[in-house]
């Protein structure tokens, strides 16, 4: 079982820069996997993909995003970190961590973190 916990975000004004940070708990990885974020627009109903990255260090980005967002993964291969610059009122949403686990499929995702950007 992973529990993800998720820290960052709140209130920013345009132009600041965010960093999000997921810890994963309770779970060693030894397997492929892919560890990221996703984020759901207000009045959105669908979360939509933001960044992510692999355990090899491939990362993929939104076209939203691309440009302003870097993500990492931390030591230990427990952590992945998402700094965001340029902020856009668009950009808000509820911010979720997600773990995808590729062999088995196993899938996580945290409770999720309000950012709000105002202009």
């Known amino acids: 079982q992973v529990a993800l916990v998720e820290s960052g975000g709140g209130t920013l004004q345009a132009g600041e820069t965010m960093r999000l940070s997921c810890r994963a708990d309770g779970y060693i990885f030894g397997g492929p996997y892919n560890m990221g974020w996703f984020r759901q627009a207000p009045g959105g109903s669908q979360r939509e993909l933001a960044a992510t990255i692999s355990e090899s260090g491939d990362a993929n980005y939104a076209d939203s995003v691309k440009g302003r967002a870097t993500i990492s993964i931390g030591s230990g291969h427990k952590t992945v970190h998402l700094q965001m610059s340029n902020l856009k009122p668009e950009d808000t949403a509820i911010y979720y961590c997600?773990?995808?686990?590729?062999?088995?499929?196993?899938?996580?995702w945290g409770e999720g973190t309000q950012v709000t950007v105002s202009s």
């Open positions: 997600r773990v995808y686990f590729t062999k088995g499929g196993a899938t996580y």
